[in-house]
């Protein structure tokens, strides 16, 4: 089966603070492209970050970064020192390199808190 | 470059009627997708197209859906019939095509059935 799980739907911490997102995955091709989404209130969902199954190594960009797992079939996304504006439903997502669409998780609602 | 444009942005329809959505992908772009989003869920695939060829239609797309894409351009979708379980917001993406790329989001339709 191809499935992408996002186990806590909602998470609320305070400004300044870390946050890791889960993301856990399932694919029997042995190449794949995972992603990360987010969906502000404005409802548009933006492209964050792809990632190819060949290519494990962790990725940082300013204040997100991801760690890609093969061996626990899992790509955290962690935000340092949380905003405000980081707050908004983030999606995991998952394409199989032999499929054409691309499978989201069912998101993760995160709450900065000032 | 300038996005995905999805039109109308809303659209509340009784149940029974027909509703036609449209989307604009970014020019370049040769794939267009479909997807659909409830309350509290991820985006799930409904029908893509490349150029003008739909590839590929989930089984959520009943056979009151029908989608098109004439001239490899813009696209619409029309719901006929509408029931109240068609509400939800309706997404389209364009992408390059290439295997890892990544999907542009327009900012959606959201259809509500009375």
């Known amino acids: 089966a191809q499935k992408v799980t996002q186990a806590q739907t909602e998470i609320s911490v305070v400004e300044k603070e870390d946050v890791t997102l889960d993301c856990v995955y399932e694919t029997r091709d042995t190449t794949y492209y995972l992603f990360w989404y987010k969906q502000p209130p404005s409802g548009e969902l933006v492209f964050l970050i792809r990632?190819?199954?060949?290519?494990?190594q962790n990725e940082i960009s300013g204040r997100y970064s991801w760690n890609f797992q093969k061996s626990t079939s899992s790509f955290n996304f962690t935000i340092t020192a949380s905003q405000v504006v980081d707050s908004a439903v983030y999606f995991c997502?998952?394409?199989?390199?032999?499929?054409?669409?691309?499978?989201f998780g069912k998101g993760t609602r995160l709450h900065i808190l000032p | 470059d300038t996005g995905v444009s999805q039109n109308p942005r809303h659209k509340i329809t009784k149940r029974g009627q027909n509703v036609t959505f449209r989307c604009d992908p970014i020019?370049?772009?040769?794939?267009l997708y479909w997807y659909r989003q409830t309350l509290g869920q991820g985006p799930e695939f409904l029908t893509y197209f490349q150029n003008e060829a739909q590839l590929e239609k989930s089984r959520l797309l009943s056979d009151r859906f029908s989608a098109e894409r004439p001239k490899g351009s813009f696209s619409t979708l029309e719901i006929q019939r509408t029931e109240q379980g068609d509400s939800a917001m309706y997404l389209c993406a364009s992408s390059p095509g290439t295997g890892n790329s990544p999907l542009h989001f327009g900012n959606g339709t959201r259809l509500t059935v009375t």
């Open positions: 020019s370049e772009h040769n794939r």
């Open positions: 997502a998952l394409r199989p390199h032999r499929d054409d669409k691309i499978i």
């Open positions: 990632r190819n199954s060949f290519d494990e």
